[in-house]
């Protein structure tokens, strides 16, 4: 081994510089596991602060997102539309591994700082692109957030009840699943770089990282010969499994998936009721679904007769597969993440004490990178453009007076 | 560059060899990425074959799932709960870079194959562990699902209306959120790795790789200073934004989602109401959100006039973020994805002509992984235990009749 390194710092990232154009929640989001598996991420905003930041005109805990996503980032401003500030993304891409931005298609093009021009100033670079359908294709223009994606993905279509309206999942999945595929693409073109010497261009859009998880609804369409399924509730996507939903208890909801049969022989040990074991009619998963409804009300009319963490104890006991359904305070509080170190309660300098996640990406051995609160807008300005890039305070005062950073 | 580098494919992960221990949706997912960015994955499964399989008792088409999952990787048979089994998988792993397996905590130590002693044989291998809630912490133990899960981290009690009960996203997010996630904390430690020489275990749990994506619903938690947020139907999140809705049309949804102000203004204009670009009370975002159900209500007393992708166009050319509720038949045959090369169809020797995804990890100027349909179980045992382990065709029909693989 070398002497520079024996000296890297533990983390699995050391040494990588991240200039980081992501916005709102796809982009932060795969900066924030970089910067948390030990990267230096320069988070670039224009001037007025990302979009993320401007939902606060409606409500100030509407930053909340921000602050939640943008820990251990060095925050600076720079403006894309001046030619100096295109001037300094460039020489900042020079001394750089990664550029991430999930603008729309054409966008970094138009700036004049597409792909081709950055690799040539820097051949190393990789270069993560997000985009909505990505940057070809008859879709390529569509407008994306999360809630059109989920629209146009199918995911609306299966959820929600077979008499109700199409609904989205109440996370913002579509954002944060492209997020980590981002993530996940940029690491493996890093990778690639150490063997091969070269960056590349890596894309990844919304709508496709979607389209694997609608695996069990799809396999109710191949069955059904191109048969639109139903929407299909808290039952199984492909009704192949029961017992398998939602269930009412006395204070609230459970979910039960009753995977193998040995769960539901001792689901009917928990339930008292052994003498069911016999019954043909609920003999295998199979002939259950057959009969699902009638097999749910069953265990419903056991459920709610009783509190909530009472039955989940019970079933934990009979090592069947259930959880109870929790509401987000529970889950904000929820002293195993918290215990785990996932969830922090830092004190932010804007919004006071709050609660973030660290990474859902555990690297047994590695330190730990220390929690460092979301930065303001250009609160590292002095830091990325003097100590790193090498300005003078002069160059740094006249580019904030000519309105560049 | 050596001769060795100036050969190897043009793909990102040629080279690297995979031990696939995955099973039902998040292993796979995440070798499936592997073997399209060309690393050799050799899945193993029981002699009876992996779990996601077995679904094939309740319909032919829960294979489906499996055909969309496991393109591209070598399908071999082991028994690891024979001694000899054992002992294959050690030899194996002392070839292998990468070493995958999302069984519950504990199992793999209990076979006596946990990570201190397969990296003992390979310090060079990335072990990565995917579990539902980690491997340790009060938690640990809960045995976990995707609908378990959805219960247990939050996504049940933000999704549905508020007047409704909990709901489960319909995709299986859980699943693919935690598969992809344990992708990338694989490569982030196998780039480490060609920085230090040492592999090391990666960890991912299910729970945790779905907080972040919360983000807009425990900001109205923060504002609320504790009050448990509403489930908001298709409203946003943190009910921050206005228009932002699932609207019926003549014969169909769509959804709208109103980020700027001039989109607003635009869509006044598309519904041909320029009038109200005058009313202070829709002047702002924030005001509109004080209105929401009012304003909702205006949009679609509009879009039921008319079908859906009728309006879809109007509001395309008019660049608001707009897209139609489509269902999983409009989705499968996507001509966008097609063309793309996301979604492919082949001809499956078990499913006859079926569409497979690719990947949504899109890596510009590498070849193109031509997919191979999932392999039958046991399929390469010849391959793999011979040409790749160097037993010999005695030794192959003798783990055979022993019931090894």
Not at 322 to 331: H, I, K, T, Y
């Amino acid at each position: 081994m070398t002497a520079a390194t024996t000296t890297r710092p533990n983390m699995p990232l050391a040494g990588i510089t991240v200039i980081d154009l992501g916005q709102i929640y796809q982009g932060p989001y795969a900066t924030l596991l970089m910067a948390k598996a030990g990267a230096r991420v320069i988070k670039i905003e224009p001037r007025e602060g990302e979009p993320a930041r401007l939902r606060a005109k409606v409500a100030k805990a509407a930053t909340f997102p921000f602050a939640m996503l943008n820990s251990n980032k060095l925050g600076v401003t720079l403006n894309l539309k001046s030619p100096r500030g295109i001037e300094l993304l460039k020489q900042m891409v020079g001394k750089a591994d990664i550029l991430l931005e999930n603008y729309a298609p054409g966008v970094m093009d138009r700036l004049g700082v597409g792909f081709g021009v950055l690799s040539a100033i820097n051949p190393r670079l990789v270069y993560g692109s997000g985009t909505g359908y990505g940057l070809d294709g008859p879709d390529r223009d569509n407008l994306a957030m999360d809630l059109t994606v989920q629209a146009m993905s199918g995911v609306m279509s299966i959820t929600g009840f077979p008499d109700g309206p199409p609904l989205k999942a109440g996370a913002a999945f579509v954002d944060f699943m492209s997020g980590i595929h981002l993530y996940a693409g940029i690491i493996t073109a890093l990778y690639e770089r150490e063997i091969t010497g070269k960056g590349r261009l890596v894309e990844v859009a919304m709508q496709e990282t979607v389209y694997p998880a609608l695996a069990s609804n799809l396999s109710f369409l191949y069955n059904s010969k191109g048969e639109v399924p139903p929407r299909t509730g808290n039952k199984h996507g492909g009704l192949a499994i029961a017992p398998y939903n939602v269930y009412a208890t006395s204070d609230g909801h459970i979910s039960i998936n009753i995977v193998k049969e040995v769960h539901w022989t001792a689901l009917l040990e928990a339930m008292n009721r052994p003498d069911l074991k016999a019954d043909p009619r609920y003999a295998t998963n199979a002939l259950r679904c057959a009969v699902m409804d009638e097999v749910d009300a069953l265990v419903e009319a056991w459920t709610r007769k009783h509190p909530r963490d009472e039955i989940i104890a019970l079933l934990k006991r009979h090592r069947i597969p259930a959880a109870p359904v929790r509401d987000l305070r529970e889950v904000m509080n929820d002293k195993h993440m918290h215990q785990r170190g996932m969830l922090e309660t830092i004190d932010h300098p804007e919004l006071g004490p709050i609660v973030v996640p660290t990474s859902p990406l555990r690297y047994h051995g590695a330190d730990k990178v220390k929690t460092t609160p979301s930065p303001s807008v250009g609160q590292d300005n002095d830091a990325v453009y003097g100590d790193w890039l090498g300005l003078t305070k002069t160059e740094i005062q006249k580019l904030k007076a000519d309105g560049v950073i």
